[in-house]
């Protein structure tokens, strides 16, 4: 567990100094700034019943300091792998096998939103309560009544911070008695009255999501549901290979290294310390035995149905979004099920190291996987900071404040390699106006003009001083 919280740490390192803030984080920080009744007003304006308590929580986390937001998403990120290994070392009873997927999780780059923006940290916060969930159903004849009270309690109100997996909790204890090694029959199992509580909980507040929720609202424009959505996960799961997109531009490595702690020394720290934890890893031996492959089957199964079921929340408004935050806790689901089916098949037993090939190979893969964190992470802060200076120059010069969108230059052309990572393209000119109007009070907003100003030059973002010119486009870093 020292090793999945050690190469955790190392592959997320850079969001370990101060947070630079990004499209949410402005409105949900003044909402939170309300208090009382106008919060509440606020929040259930913007989702209804469902996420009342995000916005205040998130506007806590970034109005509680600049290093709080990467704290708390570096310690969750964590806590939820070290969840999702215990989950896996109990369900296939092989600790070697579970560890190597715990470390997959921890150093994995494909939800990397989730924990570079504060905003979407209720994915990982989501996940983590789902992960416990489903280790203590697995442990439910050893967790004290007074402890399973208090979780319930946090159950409750983590579904009004976000409803993003609440499809999936709704079904965990039905989950927790399939993924069970000798699973008794159903009736036995839930006997204990208490163990009804968290379900229960979930399928009420999915009943309020479904009758109550804004449908006058613009995140909810009709159709409401698209049922040919649900499989959609399943279909786009290529898109998953986009994450290495910008490995080839040594453009993006340079503007991400402008981000990173220490640089590329920074860099080149953490690989050596996290190739050199995987080589630390004694040759031990594999207690488990074979995999149960009927225990398998129903894993797998289990697995598949509550990604489906987790996915379901992207679909309300009649499409699917796959972008990387939402990729956080779904990730977990694959990963589970895939390394499931490698035991099944047979092909586990990796960290037994019985040949130098196979500590080569772990390690090339978790080294990738720690350079992608870092170039994403990288880049995501160098976007959100451009955005933030754009608002400090239009300040500055009153007569940029009418900005042609199209006027605003990108010499390093990050917008195709990363505009499905991100989510749209790198400059945010819709979320110009809210640091604008909060860090320049007073002033009127600059009016984002969709026809070009009259005798306004375009706006270039040098990346080497961090700073907006008007003129022709430098070169690249």
């Not at 215990?86 to 994995?108: K, N, T």
């Not at 992960?131 to 009004?160: D, G, H, N, T, Y």
């Not at 956080?328 to 099944?344: D, V």
């Amino acid at each position: 567990m020292l090793l999945i919280a050690w190469l955790g740490l190392l592959s997320y390192l850079p969001l370990l100094q101060r947070y630079v803030w990004a499209i949410d984080d402005y409105p949900l920080s003044q909402m939170a700034r309300l208090g009382g009744a106008a919060y509440l007003e606020n929040a259930f304006y913007e989702r209804g019943v469902w996420r009342v308590l995000q916005h205040g929580l998130v506007g806590w986390v970034l109005n509680g300091g600049p290093w709080l937001p990467g704290l708390l998403a570096i310690g969750l990120h964590i806590l939820t792998c070290q969840f999702f290994y215990l989950v896996f070392r109990r369900l296939c009873g092989r600790q070697e096998d579970a560890l190597l997927l715990a470390l997959i999780a921890a150093c994995s780059p494909f939800g990397f939103q989730a924990l570079t923006w504060t905003s979407a940290l209720p994915y990982v916060l989501s996940s983590l309560v789902l992960w416990a969930s489903i280790w203590m159903f697995l442990r439910i004849q050893s967790i004290p009544k007074w402890a399973w009270l208090a979780w319930v309690l946090i159950l409750a109100a983590s579904l009004l911070v976000h409803e993003h997996l609440l499809f999936a909790f709704a079904f965990v204890a039905g989950a927790a008695w399939l993924l069970s090694p000798e699973p008794e029959h159903w009736r036995t199992w839930l006997n204990p009255s208490i163990r009804w509580f968290p379900p229960l909980i979930a399928c009420l507040y999915l009943a309020a999501y479904v009758i109550w929720k804004p449908k006058d609202h613009l995140l909810y424009m009709e159709p409401h549901f698209h049922w040919p959505s649900v499989l959609s996960p399943l279909a786009n799961l290529w898109r998953w290979l986009d994450i290495w997109d910008p490995f080839p531009s040594t453009a993006l490595w340079q503007i991400a290294a402008s981000e990173w702690p220490w640089g590329w020394f920074g860099l080149g720290f953490c690989v050596v310390g996290g190739v050199a934890a995987l080589w630390m890893i004694p040759v031990v031996s594999n207690g488990g035995g074979e995999v149960d492959k009927v225990q398998a089957k129903r894993v797998i199964m289990t697995l598949l149905i509550l990604f489906l079921l987790a996915s379901l929340i992207y679909v309300p408004g009649g499409g699917y979004s796959l972008d990387s935050r939402k990729r956080y806790p779904l990730f977990l689901f694959l990963l589970g099920g895939g390394g499931m089916i490698a035991l099944y098949w047979r092909w586990g037993v990796t960290l037994l190291w019985q040949h130098w090939q196979r500590r080569a190979a772990i390690s090339l893969l978790i080294t990738a996987l720690m350079l992608a964190c870092w170039l994403h992470t990288g880049l995501w802060r160098a976007e959100a900071r451009a955005t933030r200076l754009l608002s400090d120059f239009l300040a500055a010069n009153p007569s940029y404040r009418q900005v042609y969108a199209a006027k605003l230059v990108d010499p390093a052309k990050i917008s195709p390699p990363t505009s499905r990572l991100h989510g749209q393209p790198w400059i945010l000119t819709n979320y110009v106006s809210q640091p604008f109007v909060m860090d320049h009070p007073g002033l009127a907003p600059p009016d984002l003009k969709e026809t070009p100003g009259a005798g306004i030059p375009s706006l270039v973002y040098d990346y080497r001083i961090r700073e907006w010119k008007a003129g022709t486009p430098s070169a690249v870093p």
